[in-house]
Structures are given as C-alpha cells and as structure tokens.
C-alpha cells in the first residue's frame, strides 16, 4: 500500500507541474500538437491533461520505493493522461510526439472505464481511449486495456453492443471469437497498430474516420 500511495503522490505532483506547464507562457509547441493530434482545448481542460517539456529522468525510490534506490524512472516528454476516478489517479500515461503511449511504471494496468451506457468500446492503447473519448457520443463507454490480449476483461454483462478498436492481429480475432461465443453483440474496428493519434498524426487516418468508429 505505501508503494502504491508513493506513486500517487509523486505522480499528481508531476501532473499539476505538467498542467502548470501546459497552459504557461510556452504553450504554443503542446497547443499545436494538440492541434495535431486532434484534440480540442476544452477536452484537454475538462480530462486534466498536461504537457511534459523535455524527457527526464528521477529517482525511482521516491515514485516506487526504497528497494529502486539505485535506479532511475524514466519520464518521457508528451501529453499527460490522466485517469483519474473518484478523485483517485490510477493510472498515467504519457503520449510522446510520435503518437507512443508510455504507461508509467506503479500505475494501474487493469481494465479501465470512462462513461457509462449499452455499448461499449474496447482498446488497447490510453491515447486511442482519449481521442475516442472526446468523439464520444451519450450512451457509449470506453474502456482502455493495456493487456488485453493476456488478462481476462471485468464483467460485460451491463453492455448490450461491444467493438473492439485495435490493430489486425490473431488476437484481436480470437477476443472477437470469444466475445460472440459468449453470445455478446460484437464487432471490430482494425486500425494501425501505431494507434489512432500516430495514424493521424502520419495522415494515415483522418479526424471522421475517428467520429466513425466512435459512433455507433
């Protein structure tokens, strides 16, 4: 528990340094990211996200213990996102210039839900769960499941609609095959395995294709 309680403290400090930073005299470099990316001002305002300047490195004891007193934790530069529940922070991510998602180490690596409703959309990677959230449409939930394809997903019975957004793989199927063997109403989205925000940033997706596979 004192681990998990370190991370957190650690870790919201970080993320009201990187809001700070965000939205500070030098916004214009995350500003036109955001841009970019496809994100909206009032989106990263209402989700609590930040920008991290520059990469860095701090003492991992201070985030994750004594016993990591010898090594370093690893702070990527990008866009902070912040998963945050009943004013809890369970989990942070860091989405790099190149559309890299970066979980921070000590965060929580189960299943996590954002909205409520009958469907549900399904993903593998933060930043693809953010960018469909800010396309989301009253009725849908978006869970993020950073390992997906090894643990075994929470309880779905409340979901009446379920698609998977993630790349086209065996296991993307194999989870598809499953889900319909279970007799839930499911479908794909295959999209690249860089994710939605490298896809657009590339130009190898466009804003409507992430309003199509939002929306159903």
């Known amino acids: 528990m004192l681990k998990t309680e370190n991370w957190r403290h650690q870790a919201t400090a970080f993320l009201a340094r990187c809001r700070a930073q965000m939205w500070g005299r030098h916004k214009?470099?995350?500003?036109?990211?955001?841009?970019?990316?496809?994100?909206?001002?009032?989106?990263?305002?209402?989700?609590?996200?930040?920008?991290?300047?520059r990469s860095m490195y701090r003492n991992a004891a201070l985030w994750l213990g004594p016993e990591r007193e010898d090594e370093k934790y690893f702070l990527p530069e990008g866009l902070l996102l912040p998963w945050i529940q009943n004013e809890i922070l369970l989990r942070l991510s860091i989405l790099d210039p190149e559309g890299h998602i970066h979980i921070l180490e000590g965060s929580s690596t189960e299943a996590i839900t954002a909205g409520e409703g009958l469907r549900l959309i399904i993903t593998i990677n933060d930043g693809d769960a953010f960018r469909l959230?800010?396309?989301?449409?009253?009725?849908?939930?978006?869970?993020a499941a950073p390992f997906l394809f090894s643990t075994r997903l929470p309880d779905l019975d409340a979901f009446g609609r379920i698609r998977l957004i993630a790349p086209p793989v065996p296991e993307t199927m194999q989870l598809l095959?499953?889900?319909?063997?279970?007799?839930?109403?499911?479908?794909?989205?295959?999209i690249p395995e860089k994710g939605l925000v490298a896809g657009l940033l590339c130009s190898d997706l466009s804003p409507a294709d992430i309003t199509a596979m939002a929306r159903f």
Do not use: C, Y
């Not at 036109?32 to 496809?38: D, K, P, S, V, Y």
């Not at 889900?179 to 479908?187: I, N, V, W």
């Open 28 to 53: 214009e470099r995350p500003l036109e990211w955001l841009f970019r990316a496809g994100f909206s001002v009032s989106f990263a305002q209402d989700h609590f996200l930040g920008w991290n300047f």
């Open 177 to 190: 095959e499953n889900l319909r063997k279970e007799g839930r109403m499911a479908e794909v989205f295959h």
């Open 133 to 143: 959230m800010q396309e989301n449409e009253k009725g849908t939930a978006i869970m």
